[in-house]
């Protein structure tokens, strides 16, 4: 532990690393904007944020908790079929914070091995000492060099729910876990799209559950999302309730004309269901089949708030 560190100290660390940065970050941090290569193509720009205590236990190690606030955002990049161009990150921090430099040098070596550079940000402490850390990321990027942009509009009844990788169990002991430690799956989007082409169709990623992302993309085209509780892909030591309902999966969920891949990109893909017209007098956006009955699992998942 050492003296809580001076915000002058602390820009002039960020400055002397933003000097590293790729040659298309025009104007890098140290000004009041970064300046990026202008392009003829659309911009890309998402946000997410991490709050200790709701997202990770205190006393996560730096590196874990400055991956996972960098990758949830690349996560939703993959979820557009995007590509990740650069990051800014803002820490709220509490009173007295001594860890400022090992935060940021956590935050800028993620951004830079999910290939989305930290250009710039902001800092700043609380009055209070007893309140949680929060860091938020801000996210660039580009389209698909097609320029095709993924929705979560444009799914069809009919349409297969395909689902990349396993479900549930994210968070383990000690509040450690899958959830620190996934890889987005910009490189499965990719496949999914040279892959399927015009069948592919909507995309989201799994972040608050199965149940709830899938009832959100339903949602998006007036129709249901009908899950096979047999057909679903669960990780190690987990039933299909919990690969519904744990969230944080950060994995792809797509929905395609058949047929569908078995293999993207070396992740396994799974068909966990499919989409339909939503039944007379059914307001439910997401069922569940298990032992021939159809449960709603509309709000399975994770709450952020």
Known sequence: ????????????????????????????????????????????????????????????????????????????????????????????????????????????AAAQRLNCPLIGGDYATQERADVPLVISVSILARPRADGRVLERKGARAGDLLVATGRLGGSLGPHGLGRHLTFQPRVAEAQALCDLTGDRLHALIDISDGLGIDAGRLAEANGLQAVIDAALLPTAEACDWKQALSDGEDYELLAALAAPAPDDLAGTRVSVVGMLREIPAADSRRCVVLSEGRELDASAHGWQHG
């Open 1 to 108: 532990m050492g003296t809580p560190v001076r915000e002058l100290d602390l820009l002039a660390h960020i400055r002397r690393e933003g000097a590293r940065l790729p040659n298309w970050v025009k104007i890098k941090p140290g000004d009041d904007l970064a300046l990026v290569a202008d392009s003829p193509s659309n911009l890309l720009v998402g946000a997410d944020q991490l709050i200790e205590g709701r997202h990770f236990v205190t006393g996560t190690p730096w590196e874990l908790v400055a991956r996972k606030a960098i990758a949830r955002n690349v996560s939703d990049v993959a979820a557009m079929a995007a590509l990740p161009m650069a990051t800014l990150a803002t820490v709220a921090a509490p009173k007295g914070f001594q860890q400022a430099r090992e935060l940021f040098d956590a935050l800028n």
